[in-house]
């Protein structure tokens, strides 16, 4: 059965909170990340207001700062390069896999030098990066698990558990949403202690008010959030399922439209753990085109998403252009976000692939 994303518990425990008086730095929060922590089966986790904050803080725990690169994906949401800059560091993008969409592991060998002083991976679409290939090079990881709370590395090690520090988002669209919010899986105790600092202006556990001891930030989360993120991951597993299952009916029912990317299979013992259901328009077709010719069918699609070195900001400050990353481009270039949510049913997603099939026939 779909389930809503939201429903009567979610109500209920933010009637709660509301009535208790204590809407922030309460118990739901420590409460929120000893659960988020044992489903991953990490150490410690850190409740803060979006999926960037855990990825800004998740840099400065391993230490990166100012003259550093980095080496990570283009074909990502810009938040993963921003965080990267906040810390005065530089993004040094790498090629993705044709098949996983997530960074070619080659690509990144190739773009490391003597600056680079770590690696920040996505897992994009909620299918697993390749880790294991990546950890070879002994630099440290932060990882982009912003899209990909669900999904499993073939070892069986749930994303976000290797014990790099991982970033989760909980936006509205998310597997698991607090409307806002964001969560840092962290294996170290040291790592913890500093990242509960600097969400909260750099104060130390022990220090009252006003003593600051570090430079920090207000990257905190409410306890309206934690409460309503407790009750998600009551309901995780379902509304998982429910994405899982949509995506297998649009499996089966874009299979025939010749030259259509779809994502692709779990291999190898990786597990996606679904986000958004993204498809490539075959070659000679116009994406935009297409996106127009779905609206006048009453289909909602997104072009999703853009290159990040392409972006006027990056092209800008960095110089990049078009043919820097090849396989980057061309999928970026291709890619349509179609409807996709847990509740969608069997029926929206055929009326869905008749639209798309139509728009493609025409
Ligand atoms: C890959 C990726 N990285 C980072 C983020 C940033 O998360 P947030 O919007 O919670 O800051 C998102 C989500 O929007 C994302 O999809």
Known sequence: MAQPVLGEA?????????????????????????????RLGIAHASAVSSGTAALHLGLRAIGVGEGDEV?????????????????????????????????DPAAAAAAITERTTALLPVHIFGYPADLPALEGHGLPI??????ALGAVHADGTPV??????????????KQLTTGEGGMLTLASAEHKARVDSERNQGRAPDMGWLDHDRLGFNYRITDIQAAIGLCQLDRLDGML???????????EALAGIEGLGLPCEDAGGDVRGWFVFVVQVPRGHDRDTVIRGLRELGVQSKP???AIHLMSFYRERFGHRPGQFPVCEDIAERSVALPFFPALSEG???RVAEALARVLDR
């Not at 008086?21 to 659960?35: K, Y």
């Not at 906040?86 to 969409?101: E, K, M």
């Not at 976000?160 to 669209?173: E, K, L, M, S, V």
């Open 10 to 38: 979610e109500e209920q425990a933010v009637i709660e909170v509301l009535r208790s008086g204590q809407l922030s730095l309460g118990p739901r929060i420590p409460e929120f990340e000893r659960r988020f922590a044992e």
């Open 241 to 251: 399922a429910d994405r899982a299952r949509a995506a297998g009916w649009y499996r």
């Open 71 to 103: 080496v990570t994906s283009p074909f990502s949401f810009v938040a993963s390069a921003n965080a990267i800059l906040y810390q005065g560091a530089t993004p040094v993008f790498a090629d993705i896999d044709a098949r996983t969409l997530n960074i």
């Open 348 to 350: 929206q997603v055929a």
């Open 142 to 147: 932060v990882e982009d698990a912003c899209e």
């Open 160 to 173: 976000g558990g290797r014990g790099h520090p991982a970033a989760f988002g909980f936006y509205a669209n």
């Open 304 to 306: 999703y998403l853009p």
